[in-house]
C-alpha cells in the first residue's frame, strides 16, 4: 500500500484532523513509499525502533511519537539517535495520540473499558475532547478491593489505589488512559463512584479523599497498550498488511 494512501486512511479512520493536540498526528518521519511490514507499539523509543529495523519493517505506528508541544525544537541526543535510526533505515514513523485515545472502538478508553467488562459506556459530559473521559457501570457493585484485584489480572500489574474515608462500593466508574490524573474531579463531581487513570500527581490523594471518590493509578503504559494493538489488528484485518505488536516493558 502507498505511503499517501495508508496515511490518508488511517487519518479518515481515526478523525485525526478534527482533534486538536499536542503533537502532530499521522506520519511524522517519512520512509519507504511502499508500506507492507509494520510494526506497533505505544511508545516510539529506542528501544521499540531496534525491534522494528530486526524484523526489516518498513513502517512504525506508535501512540506516543515525537516533536510535542513545547519540546526543544533541536534535534540531539536521544532524539537524534532515533530519528538518525528510522532514516538510516528508510522506516516511516506515523504516530497518534488523542486519536486513539478517544476512538469510540479501537481507543484506548474503550479497550480498557471492554478488558474492564464495564457496561453502560459513554462519554463523561462537559470533557473535551468527547471521548477523552469515559464512564459506565460495573455489573454488580464491588468493593475497593475486589475491583482492584480485577485490574491488576487484566493488566497484570499492581495498581495504587487511593481511597476516600467512606471507603464506599463501587458501581460506577469513569476513567482516562495515560496522564489522566486532573480529571478526577470532572469525575467526582459527576457522582462517580471510581476514577481510573495511568498516573498519580500528589493532589490527587487530597482530592481523592475530600470529594469521595476511589482512585487507581495503573500505569500510564499498561492503560494505554491496547488501543495500539487494536488499530493494528484492524489494519492487519481490513488492509492485509503484515502487522506485529510489540510491548516494551514500561513500569510506569
Known sequence: MQQNEFEHYLNKLLSSET??????????????????????????????IDQAIALQADTLLVHHGYF????????R?????????????????????????????????????????????QALTGVSPEGIVMQGELSSALSADEFAQTINKVLNRACLHIAPPSNKKISTVAWCTGGGQNYIEQ??????????????????????????????AAGHHA?????????????????????????IDNPV
Open 223 to 247: 492503560t494505554e497498550r491496547y488501543g495500539i494493538k487494536a488499530l493494528g489488528e484492524h489494519i492487519h484485518q481490513a488492509l492485509g498488511l503484515e502487522v506485529t505488536f510489540i510491548d
Open 68 to 75: 510535542w508541544k513545547n519540546e526543544p525544537y533541536v534535534i
Open 77 to 121: 541526543g536521544i532524539k537524534y539517535q532515533r530519528i538518525k535510526a528510522l532514516f538510516e533505515h528508510n522506516i516511516n514513523l506515523f504516530a497518534y495520540h488523542l486519536p486513539i485515545d478517544v476512538h469510540p472502538m479501537l481507543g484506548n478508553n474503550a479497550q480498557l473499558g471492554k478488558l474492564l467488562s464495564i457496561e453502560n459506556i
Open 19 to 48: 482533534i486538536k493536540d499536542y503533537c502532530p498526528n499521522g506520519l511524522q518521519i517519512q520512509g519507504q513509499a511502499n508500506i507492507k511490514k509494520i510494526v506497533t507499539g505505544v511508545t516510539a523509543s529506542q528501544a521499540l
Open 187 to 216: 469525575a467526582a463531581a459527576q457522582g462517580i463512584d471510581a476514577f481510573i487513570t495511568g498516573e498519580a500527581s500528589e493532589q490527587t490523594t487530597h482530592i481523592a479523599r475530600e470529594m469521595n471518590i476511589h482512585f487507581f
